[in-house]
Structure formats: structure tokens, C-alpha cells
T-cell receptor
Framework: AQSVTQLGSHVSVSEGALVLLRCNYS??????LFWYVQYPNQGLQLLLK??????LVKGINGFEAEFKKSETSFHLTKPSAHMSDAAEYFC?????????????FGKGTHLIIQP | DGGITQSPKYLFRKEGQNVTLSCEQN?????MYWYRQDPGQGLRLIYY???????QKGDIAEGYSVSREKKESFPLTVTSAQKNPTAFYLC??????????????FGPGTRLLVL
């Protein structure tokens, strides 16, 4: 079974500081990995997607994520936080193989930006 | 502009009442999905459809029903059998093929409240 764990339901950083949102996954087949962002009362927007082409994936709004197979991790980072980054972030693992496929979401991390 | 629309933005349900949430997409996507979002629980899959006139149950289908008569439309009915319907409902679509591989694009959501 596939699962996603996002460490920390809430993360608080100062404006201009490094953003690090953690995501660990388990998957019995090579995974596809996604990060989505959700602003209050809105739908989810894709930030970036890992498809095995490169371990470091660059996304929108200055975010990037690194796939580390040995650590089964796909942490999301941004060098310098901006007030507009305050939102809910979801990591998701997609799997396809062995006669089954699907997408599993983590429970989300609420990013708080302090001025 | 291509995208996914959901209506209404807010919906109120009385006890014993069935209500229908609308989802329309003009992305020419084959696959469509319905998710339920509760605080701190991430997204849970209710139903999905990979082709017109066919749909499959997700993880929490009890108390819900769907139809897929047109490629563009995937309405969700919350029946009176759903005892705890208060949640944020998100519709998504993707090009089709393996669910775990394709990027899903989300609508703005409908918030359902019980009177």
C-alpha cells in the first residue's frame, strides 16, 4: 500500500527565511510525486511534479523539491519565504503498476509566514 | 480560458435532503474525480471516472452517487444516507491513463453545510 506522511501539520517561518516542508512516502512501485498548494477556500494548484527525469524538481513561485530514494523523501523548499506563501501544502504519491494505480494525498502542512 | 468550474460555492443541506454538486471542465480531459476534504485529513477520494458512462468507487463512496453522461460533466449527489456531509468538496480532472501518473487539475471547490 502507498502512503504519505507530512511531518508537521503547521510550520511557521519568518519572512525571508528558508521554507522546508517535509514529505516521506512509501510505495511498492516507482512513485510519481506531487506537491500542491491550496489557498483558503480555493482548490489545489500544482506546484511541481517528480517523474524520474531529474531528482531535483523546480516548480512555480520559487519552490523546488528533491527526490531522495534512499530516504523515501520528497521535501519541498524555498530559499526565502514571502508573505504570499502562506497556504496549505499537500504532498501526494502516485503509483501505477502491478495492476493497480492511484493517488494518495498527505494530510497537509499549514505554512505560516511571520512578518 | 480552460479550467474546471464548480457550483455552487456554498451549499446548504437540510436533514433527509439530497443535494447535487456540479462540476464542469473544458480541458478535454477524459478522467474526472471527486474528493472530500476535512480539516487535518487531507483529501479522500469519493468517486472517479476515466471515461464517459463509467465510474468507480473511491475510498469513501458510501452516501454519495455520481453520473458521467458527458465528457465535460461529473455531478456528485450527496444523499440522505451520508450522515456527516459537512465538508469541502473538490472536483478534479486529468488527461486519463494511469491515475497515479497524470497530473490532476482542481476546481475551486464547494463547501457543503448542514442546516
Amino acid at each position: 500500500a502507498q502512503s504519505v506522511t507530512q511531518l508537521g501539520s503547521h510550520v511557521s517561518v519568518s519572512e525571508g527565511a528558508l521554507v522546508l516542508l517535509r514529505c516521506n512516502y512509501s510505495s511498492s512501485v516507482p512513485p510519481y510525486l506531487f506537491w500542491y498548494v491550496q489557498y483558503p477556500n480555493q482548490g489545489l494548484q500544482l506546484l511541481l511534479k517528480y517523474t524520474s527525469a531529474a531528482t531535483l524538481v523546480k516548480g512555480i513561485n520559487g519552490f523546488e523539491a528533491e527526490f531522495k530514494k534512499s530516504e523515501t523523501s520528497f521535501h519541498l523548499t524555498k530559499p526565502s519565504a514571502h508573505m504570499s506563501d502562506a497556504a496549505e501544502y499537500f504532498c501526494a504519491v502516485g503509483y501505477s503498476g502491478g495492476g493497480a494505480d492511484g493517488l494518495t494525498f498527505g494530510k497537509g502542512t499549514h505554512l505560516i509566514i511571520q512578518p | 480560458d480552460g479550467g474546471i468550474t464548480q457550483s455552487p460555492k456554498y451549499l446548504f443541506r437540510k436533514e433527509g435532503q439530497n443535494v447535487t454538486l456540479s462540476c464542469e471542465q473544458n480541458l478535454n480531459h477524459d478522467a474526472m474525480y471527486w474528493y472530500r476534504q476535512d480539516p487535518g485529513q487531507g483529501l479522500r477520494l469519493i468517486y472517479y471516472s476515466q471515461i464517459v458512462n463509467d465510474f468507480q468507487k473511491g475510498d469513501i463512496a458510501e452516501g454519495y452517487s455520481v453520473s458521467r453522461e458527458k465528457k465535460e460533466s461529473f455531478p456528485l449527489t450527496v444523499t440522505s444516507a451520508q450522515k456527516n456531509p459537512t465538508a469541502f468538496y473538490l472536483c478534479a480532472s486529468s488527461r486519463g491513463g494511469a491515475r497515479g501518473r497524470e497530473t490532476q487539475y482542481f476546481g475551486p471547490g464547494t463547501r457543503l453545510l448542514v442546516l
